[in-house]
């Protein structure tokens, strides 16, 4: 398993608001709903393997 790494993240409270309402409408933390959103676009991208 990766080891996860803490860091700071500064966001617009507007993009922060829908981010926590997503993650509850789908049960997760907000910290998780971004790993999420992180881990599909770089997948989307090229920039990391697709499973």
Known sequence: MATKKAFA????????????????????????????IINRALKEHGRLKKD
């Open 9 to 36: 993240l500064r966001i617009d409270q507007e993009l922060l608001d829908a981010v926590e309402k997503w993650a509850a409408d789908e049960f997760r933390s907000t910290n998780g709903q971004l790993e999420w």
